[in-house]
C-alpha cells in the first residue's frame, strides 16, 4: 500500500506569492515523522523541515511551515513569499518508528513546483 | 563543512559490466543509506548501515547488489552484471547517532546509466 500520497504532479505559483504542496500519508504507528525535502535540478535532496508525530506546534523553518492534520493524515508543506529559486521538486517523506530507531524514509512521488517572475 | 559526497557522479556503463560506487557520510555520522532513484519517482530505500553492520536490505536488493561498510566509515554499492534496469540516480544519505529526529544527509547522488 503506497504509504505517502503527493497527488499534484506540478504546481505553478508566481514570485511573493504563497503556495501550499499537499501530502498525505498512511501509517499504523503511533510514533513516526514527516519529512519534506526539496530536490533541485542538480540532484541533491535538501532537507527543508521536519514534523514528528507527537509534535502539537506546527514545524516553522523560515519560509517553510508544515501543516500538521494528524487525524486527517496530512503534512503539508507551505512555502510564502515564493522565490525564484523554489522551483524544483519537493517531496514529502515519512520514517516509521521513533528517532532512535531504524530510520528508513518512505518518499512519495514528488510535487514539481516552477515559480515564474 | 563537508557533506556527503558520492563517486562517482556519473557513470555510463554496457549491460553485463559490473559498476562500483563511493558514499563518503558526514564524519561522525554513523548511520549510512543507499536509495535508488528512478525517473519521475521518489527515493526507494535500499539498505541501511549503522557502523559497520549492514541492518537492513530492502527486497529490491537484488543478488547482483552488494553494500559494505568495511570500517564504519566510508561505503561502496556494487552491481553486478548490469541491466538496463539499473538505470537510476543512486543516492547516499547519513544521519548523526544522536539527532533529535535523525535527518538524512543526502549526497549529491551518481547516475547510472547502463546502455
Known amino acids: 500500500a503506497q504509504k505517502i500520497t503527493q497527488t499534484q504532479p506540478g504546481m505553478f505559483v508566481q514570485e511573493k506569492e504563497a503556495v501550499t504542496l499537499d501530502c498525505t500519508y498512511d501509517?499504523?504507528?503511533?510514533?513516526?515523522?514527516l519529512f519534506w525535502y526539496k530536490q533541485p535540478s542538480s540532484g541533491e535532496m535538501i532537507f527543508l523541515i521536519y514534523q514528528g508525530s507527537y509534535d502539537e506546534q506546527n514545524a516553522t523553518e523560515g519560509r517553510y511551515s508544515l501543516n500538521f492534520q494528524k487525524a486527517r493524515k496530512s503534512a503539508n508543506l507551505v512555502i510564502s513569499a515564493s522565490q525564484l529559486g523554489d522551483s524544483a521538486m519537493y517531496f514529502c517523506?515519512?520514517?516509521?518508528?521513533?528517532?532512535?530507531?531504524?530510520?528508513?524514509?518512505?518518499f512519495g512521488t514528488g510535487t514539481r513546483l516552477l515559480v515564474s517572475p | 563543512d563537508t557533506g556527503v559526497s558520492q563517486d562517482p557522479r556519473h557513470k555510463i556503463t554496457k549491460r553485463g559490466q559490473n559498476v562500483t560506487f563511493r558514499c563518503d557520510p558526514i564524519s561522525e555520522h554513523n548511520r549510512l543509506y543507499w536509495y535508488r532513484q528512478t525517473l519521475g519517482q521518489g527515493p526507494e530505500f535500499l539498505t541501511y548501515f549503522q557502523n559497520e553492520a549492514q541492518l537492513e536490505k530492502s527486497r529490491l536488493l537484488s543478488d547482483r547488489f552488494s553494500a559494505e561498510r568495511p570500517k564504519g566509515s566510508f561505503s561502496t554499492l556494487e552491481i553486478q552484471r548490469t541491466e538496463q534496469g539499473d538505470s537510476a540516480m543512486y543516492l547516499c544519505?547519513?544521519?548523526?547517532?544522536?539527532?533529535?529526529?535523525?535527518?538524512?544527509?543526502f549526497g549529491p547522488g551518481t547516475r547510472l546509466t547502463v546502455l
Open positions: 544519505a547519513s544521519s548523526p547517532p544522536d539527532g533529535s529526529y535523525n535527518e538524512q544527509f
Open positions: 501509517t499504523s504507528d503511533q510514533s513516526y515523522g
Open positions: 517523506a515519512m520514517r516509521e518508528g521513533g528517532p532512535q530507531g531504524f530510520q528508513k524514509l518512505v
